[in-house]
């Protein structure tokens, strides 16, 4: 296994959300669709070719050809009930600290976030649903459809590949410390999401502890697509509300 230092750990991470986060707000001045829209597709292009691709060129270099393998180290199978009876607590968890951190991390950024905000086309700020109503039906059905497919699916079972997956297990500095420093610097990569680092970590950590610890990765996939599912399920009804 070739080992990742703590330079290349952090290259790995911040130069592929860096090039896709520069690109959607250079594009998202000039696109003439949702930026939430753009976001997604740019998502589809950039961010996950290249994780995919840092992961196949390892199994490569590792193994001989290009496959998922690299990611896929020392996983051991559970029982399936176990391992949904186990994302879905911490899908609980994740839901009382929606309820209790989020709000608050929201307030303490509120100012903060407006005034990036005030400086940025209408369209950044995906929570302003009267700015998409301004959209046709068949946009923000496109929109719903591919955020949903882009959210739910691709986008987190490629992340969980990558940084549970490849990351953790080839991380030079193997401890019960790990996982929980991955998941930070995880939760920092979204520099698109850039005021709810504190309710990430919080519900990201405990579930790569135990995935690291279960060495199960469809814990953390599992987790992560249900949260993802919830989020894209109140931004479908705020939007056809």
Known sequence: MIKISTKGLLLRIFIPTTILSITYFWLGHFC????????CILGTILLVPIELGIILFSSKKEYGKFSLKSALVGQEKLP???????????????????????????KIWAEVRAALLSGLPV???WTNFEYLHSFSKPVLIAL????SFFNVLLGPITEELFFRGYLTSHYEKQNAFTPIFIAVLFSLYHFWLPFQNVFRIMAFAPVAFVAYK?????????FHCLCNLF???????????
């Open 32 to 39: 003439r669709i949702p930026q939430l829209l753009l976001f």
């Open 80 to 106: 399936v009930s176990k391992v949904l009876l186990i994302a879905f607590v911490f899908f609980g968890i994740t839901g009382l600290l929606s309820a209790f951190v989020a709000p608050v991390e929201s």
């Open 123 to 125: 369209g950044f700020d």
């Open 144 to 147: 719903c459809i591919y955020y």
């Open 214 to 222: 279960k060495k199960n990765l469809l814990i953390s996939v599992i």
């Open 231 to 241: 989020s894209v399920i109140s931004f479908i009804l705020a939007v056809c509300g």
